[in-house]
Structure formats: C-alpha cells, structure tokens
C-alpha cells in the first residue's frame, strides 16, 4: 500500500518525517500557516489537516499509486 494511503487510513497526527520525499514540498506549503504541534523536537501535523491536504492531492496520489502498481507489476516474473 502506499505510504500515504496508509497514513491517512490511520487516526493519529503526522509527522513531517513520515511524509515521502516526492511530495514533501507540496505538504509544507500546504501546512505554511498551520498551527501543528511539536513532539521530540519534530513538527507533527494535526490528523484533520493531513486528511484535508489528501484530500486536495488525492487524484494525484491515486494516480501515483496506480502507476506504482503497474511498474511493480511489470517487473514481477511471470
């Protein structure tokens, strides 16, 4: 599953860290201006703003997730 499928499946705030690379800068400017809290000295992002900036990416990342299925699938030996 994807990593970010996964995240917003789940219940609980993010972390920054926990965002991939690719898709990194569109999430930060996203959360410029957000209040988000702060655990171990990381920036954690509340779980509704997470999900409302899925949501605002979600074609993009559903198309994403099908091309990886169709890459993985390919490479799979028949």
Do not use: V
């Amino acid at each position: 599953m994807n990593k970010l499928l996964e995240l917003y499946l789940q219940t609980r705030d993010i972390s920054f860290d926990e965002i991939p690379d690719e898709w990194r800068k569109s999430f930060d400017e996203f959360m410029f201006g957000q209040a988000c809290a702060i655990l171990n000295g990381k920036p954690m992002a509340y779980s509704h703003d997470y999900k409302r900036w899925f949501n605002i990416n979600e074609k993009s990342i559903m198309r994403e997730i099908k091309i990886d299925a169709i890459i993985k699938h390919k490479k799979s030996p028949n």
